[in-house]
């Protein structure tokens, strides 16, 4: 990548940085996408998925391929001194204005996205290159249906004529010029769930047997999920419960009729987590039952474990080992974080990769923290990443086989 291209890219991301825009709300984030796109005379649509773009660079008959980025940010207060730091916040109608920042590093995948595009339109090859900027890939925040915007693309059939998928996401910890990857179920199937009790409301000390206590049913039914876990999944079987908010009750003299309680699930194997989630539907339904209350479970999130295909790695090894070097390229395990590049990944033979973003002054500060940065030095190598692996991909004679 020459100098010319990679100062352009570093100021794109900064201006990316400075205006970071939640899910499904990401308009001038796709504005610039778009300015950068006609300039290279690529063509492209709008509104794929609500906000997102997807362009098509095609070069003669041949096969296609995907390159994937998500753009959104997240409703965090920025904490660095950086020049072009994020001071944005969303005003709300009924409440405070909501700070934002791209603490996820989609301004970097952004960016090397719209560097792989310049880069292969002065590149020969046969076939067709499909960008995906994917909106909404933190939450579904607003979505009525529930569905973030990777589950969305991969409905919209934008992907019905792709042969094969590459993504990558910025790692704050792994150094620059190194990339890491998990073939196999590499990110786990995810969900945020939202439970909601109903009881009776009574007087704590004089006649509490005229309630029915929603704190006390609520504090059996997270001894009781939390158990599938330890009871029910075999031990070499990564999965996790959490609960992590609960809110109900109006004084220390009343018990309680209303709590409710949220947190998330994660299970690396599919099975596996389809498994816990029939038993805590059942765990519901027997508590409702025992103590004769109301019990729902709304799910705001639901994404399968993400599957990185060991062909497709194959096919793009080659140019990893140009890129970075062979001891750059690190297997890792899989890990309990969730990515919706899994639903490309179950549409179409893919792969996600871990590339390396340390900032020399981080060392402690990951993905979704207010202080965490990243090294704009990364740029080249994602994007160098994904068009080498896109034309790769478009090489192989036996792509319809991957």
């Known amino acids: 990548m020459n100098s010319e291209l990679y100062?352009?890219?570093?100021?794109?991301?900064?201006?990316?940085?400075?205006?970071?825009?939640?899910?499904?709300?990401?308009?001038?984030?796709?504005?610039?996408?778009?300015?950068?796109?006609d300039q290279l005379g690529i063509p492209y649509k709008r509104g794929i998925a609500k906000t997102g773009v997807v362009a098509v660079l095609k070069k003669g008959d041949g096969p296609c391929v995907a390159l994937r980025a998500d753009m959104d940010a997240l409703p965090i207060k920025e904490e660095n001194n950086l020049a072009f730091k994020s001071e944005k916040k969303l005003k709300t109608p009924n409440g405070p204005e909501i700070p934002l920042m791209h603490a996820c590093g989609h301004d970097l995948h952004t960016t090397m996205l719209l560097g792989a595009a310049?880069?292969?339109?002065?590149?020969?090859?046969?076939?067709?290159?499909?960008?995906?900027?994917?909106?909404?890939?933190?939450?579904?925040?607003?979505?009525?249906?529930?569905?973030?915007?990777?589950?969305?693309?991969?409905?919209?059939?934008?992907?019905?004529?792709?042969?094969?998928?590459?993504?990558?996401?910025?790692?704050?910890?792994?150094?620059?010029g190194k990339v890491a990857y998990k073939l196999g179920q590499a990110l786990a199937c995810a969900n945020f769930f939202k439970i909601e009790i109903t009881g009776k409301m009574a007087h704590a000390a004089v006649a509490p047997h005229l309630g029915i206590d929603a704190v006390l049913i609520a504090s059996h039914l997270i001894q009781s999920v939390s158990s599938i876990v330890h009871k029910y999944i075999p031990p070499p079987e990564p999965t996790v419960i959490s609960f992590t908010k609960i809110h109900g009750g109006i004084a220390p003299n009343v018990i309680a009729d209303k709590v409710v309680i949220e947190g998330t699930v994660r299970a690396l194997d599919i099975n596996t987590y389809h498994q816990v989630l029939e038993r805590i539907n059942n765990i519901i339904e027997?508590?409702?039952?025992?103590?004769?209350?109301?019990?729902?479970?709304?799910?705001?999130?639901?994404?399968?474990?993400?599957?990185?295909?060991?062909?497709?790695?194959?096919?793009?090894?080659?140019?990893?080992?140009?890129?970075?070097?062979?001891?750059?390229?690190i297997p890792i395990d899989a890990i309990l974080g969730s990515e919706d590049f899994a639903f490309y990944s179950r549409k179409v033979p893919s792969m996600f990769y871990f590339l390396g973003a340390k900032d020399n002054s981080n060392d402690r500060y990951f993905l979704h923290d207010s202080k965490v940065l990243f090294n704009e030095e990364c740029i080249p190598y994602g994007s160098k990443l994904l068009c080498e692996g896109a034309l790769m991909l478009l090489q192989k004679e036996n792509i319809n086989n991957i």
């Open 118 to 176: 310049a880069l292969l339109k002065d590149t020969e090859f046969k076939g067709s290159v499909k960008f995906f900027f994917q909106p909404s890939e933190e939450d579904v925040y607003d979505d009525p249906e529930k569905k973030s915007g990777g589950q969305r693309m991969a409905e919209s059939g934008e992907l019905d004529n792709v042969k094969a998928a590459l993504g990558l996401h910025v790692h704050p910890l792994l150094p620059v």
């Open 7 to 37: 100062n352009k890219l570093v100021l794109i991301r900064r201006k990316l940085h400075a205006n970071p825009e939640l899910g499904y709300q990401e308009y001038e984030t796709s504005d610039l996408i778009c300015k950068e796109l």
């Open 286 to 329: 027997g508590t409702r039952i025992s103590f004769g209350c109301g019990i729902t479970i709304q799910y705001n999130l639901n994404y399968p474990s993400l599957l990185n295909d060991k062909n497709v790695h194959q096919t793009v090894s080659d140019s990893l080992n140009t890129i970075f070097g062979k001891d750059s390229i």
